[in-house]
């Protein structure tokens, strides 16, 4: 169980310039609306108890530097629950970060609803969402921290409706509470580290650290830019394959330059946003995130060489809605032998999820950059390329299926296979000759047309 600390506590560890934002007037009807009795005289315990006069404290204050609004939950009054008048309080402060264009951070540690209010008290998540949802269209960033417990509507809105969610280790994360659970529950799957896993939470953090690591979220999620992404210099071969068969064996040597270190080369500083928020990640396959190049922030998502699983492909698709709202321009490297074609991953939607990512390029509205870093193969590694901002690097080439199974579906000979791979013209160089893709060789860039898929 991650530490309780109360919210100014716990606010003192991310700033020390909170400032408190005055709590809206109207005064709640006698025990409430409900007339529960002697609710009056918990409120009245609780804020003796806290020294707090409801469940979050709203107020502004920087943190490493950027500024942005908090809202941070007492769990000590009354488990953190909420009510008409910390609803009340939140859209008040959701209004106020509109209004001064400040990014969000709620600091979630709750237990739900005020059950002494009754539907009213349920009804606040409405207004949650609501204030959420206006500030995604405002082209602000959220990002939540989840502290113990972080449960119930609390969780399902200002936690998991973030754009980036962070948890404290070991704390409590589940729409089910501790007392409203199955009896044979397992324990580990209400967790912090649990989401992260299912892919609902980005990243676990430990206290000492949590004020720099949100710092760099704010940061970079709060510098917007109308120009490209640069394209990365290519970091394996600087000369271009004789054949296509040579294309192809030189994108699979397995000591080609992978993502991990053209992200390294390219990023002075970088935060990895991770899992589809459907249940899935794909650590192995797309690697997500945002980072600063050049003194700017750039959008990336990378696949590693590895067949892409569906939960890579809608982790992308967030990726790159959430930089298009917030202005950001992606960077997007192409390295598969294509979408990973198991029962498995049948199962869990390949299609549809690589279909959503089609979709969020095709409708950016901020430049997308794509490099060819290695494989691309088929509609599974199309998905991530850029219409008409897609370079390829002389490691890299693109086909239309793989040229064995291409010879395969043409009944040829296994020893034909290299003579294929030439037929389909998927070398860099035969790339640019088609429109398809531009030449990033060295220090030099090779526009040809690349605008037969725009």
């Known amino acids: 169980m991650a530490e309780r600390l109360p919210a100014r506590a716990f606010l003192a560890l ?46 502004t204050g920087s943190v490493a530097g950027t500024r942005a609004v908090l809202l941070a939950f007492e769990f000590g009054f009354l488990g953190g629950s909420l009510g ?21 951070v709620p600091l979630v540690a709750t237990g739900g609803s005020r059950m002494q209010e009754g539907m009213l008290a349920l009804t606040q998540l409405h207004r949650v969402a609501r204030q959420s949802a206006l500030t995604r269209q405002a082209g602000l960033a959220q990002i939540a921290v989840l502290r113990d417990p972080a449960t119930g509507g609390g969780w399902a809105t200002l936690g998991a409706g973030a754009d980036v969610v962070l948890a404290l280790p070991g704390a409590q994360v ?55 992404a640069p394209v990365p210099e290519p970091l394996g071969a600087t000369d271009l394959p004789a054949t296509g068969w040579d294309a192809v064996r030189r994108a699979r040597a397995p000591g080609r330059p992978r993502a991990g270190a053209y ?47 569906p939960a890579g492909y809608r982790t992308a698709a967030r990726l790159i809605r959430l930089a298009d709202r917030l202005g950001i321009p992606v960077l997007t490297l192409v390295d598969t032998p294509g979408a990973a074609g198991d029962a498995e991953a049948e199962r869990q939607g390949a299609g549809p999820a690589i279909a959503d990512l089609f979709a969020a ?27 008409g901002g897609t370079w390829v690097t002389p490691d890299g080439y693109f086909s239309v299926i793989a040229p064995e199974l291409a010879a395969a579906i043409l009944k040829r000979p296994p020893w034909e296979v290299a003579q294929t791979a030439s037929q389909l013209r998927l070398r860099p160089q035969d ?11 060295g220090e030099q860039l090779f526009p040809g047309t690349g605008d037969r898929r725009s």
């Open 431 to 441: 790339l640019a000759e088609l429109g398809v893709a531009r030449l990033r060789t």
């Open 263 to 309: 992200l390294d080369a390219y990023f002075t500083d970088r935060v990895a946003l991770s899992g589809d928020r459907s249940g899935g990640t794909d650590p192995d396959g797309m690697l997500c995130g945002f980072g600063e190049h050049a003194g700017r922030t750039v959008a990336y998502a990378a696949q590693t060489g590895t067949a892409t699983r």
């Open 361 to 387: 390029v095709a409708s950016a509205r901020v430049p997308v950059t794509t490099l060819v870093i290695g494989e691309g193969g088929s509609g599974g590694a199309l998905a991530l390329a850029a219409p």
């Open 174 to 228: 589940g729409f089910a509470g501790s007392r409203v659970r199955p009896a044979d529950a397992d324990p580990a799957a209400y967790t912090a580290e649990a989401q992260v896993a299912a892919g609902s939470a980005d990243a676990v953090v430990p206290p000492g650290e949590l004020r720099a690591v949100l710092g760099r979220w704010l940061r970079l999620l709060t510098a917007p830019s109308e120009a490209p």
């Open 84 to 104: 008409l008048r910390a609803g009340d309080r939140l859209v008040a402060a959701y209004t106020y970060a509109r209004e001064h264009r400040l990014p969000v």
């Open 14 to 59: 991310l700033t020390d310039d909170f400032t408190e934002l005055p709590p809206p007037g109207g005064e709640s009807e006698t025990d409430g609306p409900l007339g529960w009795p002697g609710h009056d005289a918990s409120l009245a315990r609780a804020a003796a108890r806290t020294g707090e006069e409801e469940s979050v404290v709203c107020g």
